[in-house]
């Protein structure tokens, strides 16, 4: 037998085993159909049905219900409404109201389905009306106001101060350019998680981990190849999204986009610490998916995604801004939307940092081969 | 006979080796020594030890107590111990799975870029005869071409040791010769081997010396002619008999070393290690003849390991 050399004899320079571990995952990869289409198809096809979905859509006019039954409302108060929702004296776009006239019980029927907003019914005392409908409805309290508005200005109310609306919001302020770095944060949480856990856990189900236990493969070297296998991905991803977005519905980068991929390199760093985690001894895949699904599930629902945090009651604020997903988020949109530099981003940066080195040590702390 | 004293050539020496699970006594003390350049079996039923005994040499168990020394190397004695040992090793585990998007070659290629030496990707598919699959996907292979190429994964590294865990399991006959080929080879170069197995014919036709395990223990350990001799038999006569044969009356048929009676369906299974059969069969079939034993299935053959096994455990190899 040959004694071990330090050098290899035979074939000149060869790859080390962490380059060649990257190269082989990212052919496996690339070799998996299903994957390109979760990592790129997938988030292109949600970006253009909910970009179309919410594009210049103009405001649903509120649905007024007036009872056919019962006392009814004088004549001034139907006349001004009929006005109304001929469009008659809407200063924007087509009719102020709607109006939807049936018994009572249909009426209180639909009010409960939201199908209407509210129902307008003569008050007991003379010329007086009552405004029946749900105030936790944000459509209905806006309908109360609009139907007021009509009957007020029927009845003779005189508006003092003239008025006039100015309607155009400026770029950035959409709903796909607050959308479209949402999906490009979602995106690069779900490949890191699932790319990197799913892929740790199957080779540890394969006993392949086992089989590369015994080799002089280091654990370093082979968790590192799966960090480093995403990145080439992250790059790739990134440029995908940025420029179908910038292409298809002309959302640009407002700051600098080596930015744009810099913030995506922290995240994915990030949740590929929490990827090793999941991983760090799950034995199945059906396991590591709970615990992947455990984790995204409320992070998409709370790190505002699809729409604003804001809307969450006050007191979870600091808890939604302390999760990952929710500084991604808010760092490329800063960079995106708001064209905001690196200095602005710093506290979002280091949530991610923070939350990324922490489950990556903990993860290899608890890493086992088998 | 190789003497297991002589720390020199020891491939391995385990010291006392035990493993103890939760709920099992996986390994009971074991005291083993491998010689540079042999081959070792190591063979016993399913749940004898034997594979937790080879993981423990490999490193992926960690022992309960006890001492493994590989090359002189001790496992987790030092980091540098290990991978040195480490460096040292090719190993086949029971079942590895190889990701199948890969090809053969970019998975030859793969394990060779974890060791400093290794031999070129085109010898060895041409040894493991897989040149032709070289771009094949792993996942388009048939078994006994994964089992091959497992075995070349094991040897990309240039081993001074090869652990088999049953490298022929659930293999074709050709399968399995062209796997007993490659080892040969192997060992043809000067190359260690540690092969477990319960196949009778693999053990007697790669091993130079066998060691036997049952529940956890090493029940027996030597060539496997001295094995076989230990018996002091040449032939194995088995027959089903209707009735129970005495044993004083067995024992004292002409030509018998040993006999052993169980019951089985439809009677009781006699089975005579013997040394001239020419006597014992005669005696025998007298016996029946002059107590009315109906007697069946009588088969003679000579002496295996087989019967080494069952002369030492009472059961069948295969039985588990």
Known sequence: MVEPTPTSAEGGRRRGALATLVVARIRMFLREPASIFWVFAFPAILAIALGTAFRDQPPEPPRIGIPTDGTALTAVDLASLGTAAKGETASLHGPKVILEESPRAVLDEALRKGRIDVIVIPGEAPDSVVYRFDPQRSEARLARLVV??????????????????ATEMPKGARYIDFLLPGLIAMNLMGSALWGVGYGMVQERSKKLMRRFATTPLTKTAFLSSYVLSRLVFLAIEVAFLVGFG????????????????????????????????????????????????????????????????????????????????????????????????????????????????????????????? | MPSGSDAAVAAVTCRQLVKRYPDVLAVAGIELTVLAGECMAVLGPNGAGKTTTVE??????????????????????????????????????????????LTVL??????????????????????VALE?????????????????????????????????????TGLDPQSRRQIWEIVEAFKAEGGTILLTTHYMEEAARLADRVAIMDHGKLIALDTPT????????EDIVEVLADRE???????????????????????????????????????????????????DGLVTHRATLEDVFVHHTGRALRDG
């Not at chain 1, 007021?148 to 609306?165: K, P, Y």
């Not at chain 2, 970019?106 to 085109?122: D, H, K, N």
């Not at chain 2, 001295?226 to 038999?233: D, E, K, M, V, W």
Request: charged share 20%.
């Open chain 1, 246 to 370: 910038s292409l298809v519905f002309d959302v640009n980068v407002a700051g600098s986009v080596a930015l744009v991929f810099g913030v995506a390199l922290v995240g994915v760093l990030s949740f590929t610490g929490f990827a090793v985690l999941c991983a760090s001894r799950t034995p199945s895949v059906e396991v590591v998916s709970g615990f992947i699904n455990a984790l995204t599930m409320p992070m998409w629902l709370l790190s505002g995604t699809f729409f604003s945090y804001e809307r969450f009651p006050e007191a979870i604020q600091p808890i939604i801004k302390a999760l990952p997903l929710t500084a991604l988020n808010d760092a490329l949109r800063g960079v995106i939307n708001d064209g905001a530099g690196l200095l602005d981003i710093a506290p979002q940066l280091g949530v991610l940092a923070g939350w990324g080195l922490f489950a990556f040590a903990l993860g290899v702390r608890l890493f086992r081969w088998r």
């Open chain 2, 106 to 127: 970019e998975t030859i290629a793969l394990f060779a870029s974890f060791y400093e030496t290794t031999r070129a990707a085109t010898e060895l598919m041409a040894l």
């Open chain 1, 148 to 165: 007021d508005d009509v009957i007020q200005r029927g009845r003779g109310r005189i508006d003092h101060a003239s008025i006039s609306d």
């Open chain 2, 226 to 233: 001295a094995l076989i001799a230990s018996l002091g038999a």
């Open chain 2, 245 to 295: 044969l005495s044993q004083a009356r067995l024992d004292a048929l002409p030509g018998v070393s040993s006999a052993k009676s169980e019951a089985r369906e439809g009677g009781v299974r006699v089975r005579l290690s013997v040394v001239d059969i020419s006597q014992t069969l005669p005696a025998l079939l007298a016996l029946a003849a002059a107590s009315g034993t109906r007697l």
């Open chain 2, 56 to 101: 423990m040499i490999e490193g992926l168990t960690a022992p309960t107590s006890g001492e493994i020394a590989v090359f002189g190397n001790v496992w987790g004695r030092s980091r540098k111990d290990d991978r040195a040992i480490r460096g040292m090793l090719g190993v086949q585990l029971q079942e590895t799975h190889f990701q199948e998007k």
């Open chain 2, 132 to 168: 032709s699959k070289a771009d094949a996907r792993v996942g388009k292979l048939s078994g006994g071409q994964k089992q091959r190429l497992a075995l070349a994964c094991a040897l990309v590294g240039k081993p001074r040791l090869l652990c088999l865990d049953e490298p022929t």
